[in-house]
Structures are given as structure tokens and as C-alpha cells.
Nanobody, 122 residues
Framework: QVQLVESGGGLVQPGGSLRLSCAAS????????MGWYRQAPGKQRELVAT???????NVADFVEGRITISRDNARNTVYLQLNSLKPEDTAVYYC????????????????WGQGTQVTVSS
């Protein structure tokens, strides 16, 4: 199994910044893409940004120019720098990883973290 542990959420004023981190651990053979999704109350979970092991990124239009996603492959960790935060960015942010486990290296599976709350309010 793969465990994803997120950190860095919290309460921030509009215009502020936060940096989220997500570290993967467990019986990992390799990790393909890692990314961040968010879910606001009453809404569906949506993609924020993803990054491949090679560093290619995919960023949602609604955060384009306000976020940076990065990754430390040696530490199996993905980061999300959130800038110029708006009240509508308030949501639970979930980390995701596509990973292959030791012992089943031909099987690619999705893993999710428990989520970290980001609240943007004055």
C-alpha cells in the first residue's frame, strides 16, 4: 500500500499564500504522476494540478498563474504553492499519486491522501 500524508493547509486571508506538501510512503516501486485535487462543500472534486515524474505539469485554468506545482522524486513528495488566494479557493485539498507497488510492478493504481483544509477568509 501507499500512504499519502498532506500538510500545510490552514486559514489565510485573501491575497495570501500557502504551501501544501504531500509525502508518499510504503511499498513503492515507482510513482508516475502526482497531483492535487480539491473539493469545496456541495461541489465535485476537481483537478488543481498534476506533475509527472519527468516534470511535465497540467494546471487547471482557474488557478493558472497563481500556483506552482513541484516534485522531489527522491523523497516521493509533491508540493503545491498557492498564491493570490481567493475565498473561492476554500476547499479540502487532496493529494493523489499513481503508483506501482513492489510485488505488483505491472499494476498502476491511484492513491489518495486524507485531505488538508484550505480556508481563505478575512
Amino acid at each position: 500500500q501507499v500512504q499519502l500524508v498532506e500538510s500545510g493547509g490552514g486559514l489565510v486571508q485573501p491575497g495570501g499564500s500557502l504551501r501544501l506538501s504531500c509525502a508518499a510512503s510504503g511499498s513503492i516501486f515507482s510513482i508516475n504522476a502526482m497531483g492535487w485535487y480539491r473539493q469545496a462543500p456541495g461541489k465535485q472534486r476537481e483537478l488543481v494540478a498534476t506533475i509527472t515524474s519527468g516534470g511535465s505539469t497540467n494546471v487547471a485554468d482557474f488557478v493558472e498563474g497563481r500556483i506552482t506545482i513541484s516534485r522531489d522524486n527522491a523523497r516521493n513528495t509533491v508540493y503545491l504553492q498557492l498564491n493570490s488566494l481567493k475565498p473561492e479557493d476554500t476547499a479540502v485539498y487532496y493529494c493523489n499519486a499513481e503508483a506501482r507497488l513492489l510485488g505488483s510492478i505491472y499494476r498502476l493504481e491511484d492513491y489518495w491522501g486524507q485531505g488538508t483544509q484550505v480556508t481563505v477568509s478575512s
